[in-house]
């Protein structure tokens, strides 16, 4: 972060001294900011003689005595509060007496590092976001003691530096540590349980979210000690939320010197200390296993309208035979009472779809070699009503699939005579099956319970590689990968935003802007919809009974005055947010 910071200044026309505290770390620092100017001028956003101009900015040194005619220092050291507060006591001692002392600490107290100065009115925190000379946000942080005139400077430095700044007060984590650092740990949880694979882990949120990249990657940039201190902090600060106590692989990694990137190991191997580049290691999954895959020509989809006509083209789309079925839970009297919502007999073509015939009624499916069943919305004893009707009606070895995001699998398997060949299918993105065309590489939740064969799970994979999408191959838990990594930190935000630590816009801004999110946790909540967000939210409660992840009280309160966001005008915002282009789990 050190050399990412100097090069913000630098490159903003500020005179720098870098200070490090070895020569061996300093001769890192200057390599790290050296690589990334260069890389700069290979991609074409800087000139070789801007460049140059860049670095004749800089001075490097050795210990703080280089820092007594400084204007501002920017501490960067690691997130430790006895060593920032030893730090900070030097500043106070070595700088000029007008200097502002500010802090890029991730998660510990300002406050508690202001105190131990003779200067608290002049320290402040300035929190850049990793890469800091790429992420545009910039956290400034006041304490109680923070003389007003300090964070205007400040607030005023960071426009003329080309940096969007949020001012806020201390608070653990501040806006988006506190929502970001939640989910990396899940992650892990995930990773180290193997409910999920790293590459499987990280392509699912990367492409049904829409992030820049997946958490373990992510993590990997941050730094794993690093981010294990943010999380010890976080967790202490924080109010003891079990989801921030950092998880014993952590630990692990960081005393084997596993740290990421910068060690060239970290959850991926790199191709050196510093790079970039992963290469391939043991845990590099080989071509997609698909043995065992029985053939599939012939897909039988039900679903609402909406949900058919999405499934059914991007299935008729990869070239299969797509039998589509309307299916309306709402009209449904629950078991047996699908009649009035399906219809009896007879298939006709549908207009428009090349492949695709509709059906009026189940017994069209009874050749279908896999059956995908858009079920959400549909209530567990209608859906195992369904699936023991499907049971009878197709034909043995047929792969039943619910794309359900909030009812277990296994429930709705056991309603049918082959629970083995039952598996959940879950398209991840905004609008769920209904969200999908032909153009959508869609990402699916292959999900396999403790009663699916592995040739139904290596069927799902093929299907899934036929359709050009990514299959993530998880187990039978409430809200799979996606859902439980992404809501809980919706769940969150709405928390924050009823704490009054910040204001819609802003929490949005700082995930955006500090994160590169395609969109803030507001404006993914209005478009998913607050309802769906609340049943997901408390489907993760009810099972996992982790107090944190009760819903949102303001979350319940909005859904019950009906401003669910899209498509009813109002959700967190008034009128309902712009869309984005990127993509959520829904
Ligand atoms: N890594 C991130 O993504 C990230 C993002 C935002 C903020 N931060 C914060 O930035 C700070 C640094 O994190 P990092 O990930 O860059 O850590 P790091 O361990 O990669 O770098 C810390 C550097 O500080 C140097 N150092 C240690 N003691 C020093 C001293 N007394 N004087 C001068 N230099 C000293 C070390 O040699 C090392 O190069 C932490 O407070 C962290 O929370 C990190």
Request: hydrophobic residues 45%.
């Amino acid at each position: 972060m050190g050399a990412g910071i100097v090069e913000v200044f630098a490159r903003g026309g500020v005179d720098v001294v870098a200070v490090e505290i070895t020569p061996a770390a300093l001769e890192r620092g200057r390599a790290t900011l050296t690589r990334s100017t260069d890389r700069a001028v290979t991609r074409g956003r800087l000139t070789a003689a801007d460049r140059d101009a860049l670095l004749g900015r800089v001075t490097f040194a050795v210990g703080l005595a280089a820092l007594g005619e400084v204007d501002l220092v920017i501490e960067a050291v690691p997130e430790q509060l006895g060593l920032k507060r030893r730090l900070f006591g030097e500043l106070d001692r070595i700088c000029k007496p007008g200097a502002i002392l500010a802090t890029n600490t991730s998660s510990l107290s300002v406050t508690e590092i202001a105190v131990a100065t003779e200067r608290p009115s002049q320290v402040i925190g300035m929190h850049f976001f990793n890469p800091a000379p790429v992420m545009k946000l910039v956290e400034v942080i006041r304490t109680v003691t923070t003389s007003t005139e300090v964070v205007e400077a400040v607030e005023a430095l960071c426009g003329r530096l080309g940096k969007v700044d949020v001012t806020i007060t201390d608070r653990a984590g501040f806006i988006a540590n506190a929502l970001l650092f939640g989910y990396l740990n899940q992650a892990v949880a995930m990773f180290e349980s193997r409910y999920v694979g790293r590459e499987d882990i990280d392509a699912a949120m990367k492409l049904g979210c829409g992030l820049p990249m997946g958490p373990l990657a992510l993590l990997d940039l941050i730094g794993l000690d690093t981010a294990y201190e943010i999380l010890e902090t976080m967790y202490r600060r924080g109010g003891r939320d079990r989801r921030h106590a950092p998880v014993p692989l952590l630990r692990q990694m960081v005393t084997a010197g596993l740290l990421g990137r910068k060690s060239g190991q970290g959850f991926y191997r790199y191709a050196g200390p510093g790079s970039s580049t992963v290469v391939p290691d043991d845990q590099t999954p080989s071509a997609i296993p698909v043995d065992g895959a029985r053939p599939v020509a012939r897909v039988g989809v039900i679903g609402s309208d909406a949900a058919i006509a999405g499934l059914g083209e991007v299935f008729a789309g990869a070239g299969y035979d797509v039998v589509v079925l309307p299916w309306e839970p709402e009209k449904s009297a629950g078991p047996g009472g699908r009649e009035k919502s399906v219809g009896t007999g007879g298939l006709e073509k549908s207009a428009g779809t090349g492949g695709s015939e509709k059906s009026a009624g189940l017994e069209g499916l009874a050749d279908v070699d896999l059956v995908v069943a858009a079920v959400d919305g549909g209530d567990l004893e209608t859906v195992r009503a369904l699936f023991a009707e499907l049971d009878e009606v197709c034909r043995p070895g047929a792969l039943l699939a619910t794309t359900t995001g909030t009812l277990p699998v296994i429930d709705i398997a056991m309603a049918t005579r082959r629970p083995a060949d039952v598996l959940g299918l879950h398209f991840a993105g905004p609008a769920g099956p209904a969200g999908l065309s032909a153009e959508v590489r869609p990402v699916v939740e292959i999900v396999e319970t403790i009663r699916s064969s592995t040739e139904a799970v290596a069927t799902a994979r093929a299907v899934c590689a036929a359709l050009g999408g990514t299959g993530v191959v998880c187990r039978d838990r409430a809200g799979f990968v996606v859902n439980a990594l992404l809501f809980p930190y919706l769940n969150d935000a709405v928390r924050m935003l009823e704490a009054s630590y910040s204001t819609v816009d802003d929490i949005d801004h700082a995930m955006k802007l500090g994160c590169g999110y395609p969109a803030g946790p507001f404006e993914m909540l209005d478009l998913v919809g607050l309802d769906i967000a609340l049943a997901v939210q408390r489907s993760l409660y009810r099972e996992l009974r982790e107090p944190s992840l009760a819903p949102a009280p303001l979350l319940e309160k909005l859904v019950t005055a009906g401003f669910l966001g899209r498509g009813t005008g109002r959700g967190f915002r008034e009128p309902t947010a712009q869309p984005f282009s990127g993509r959520s789990g829904g």
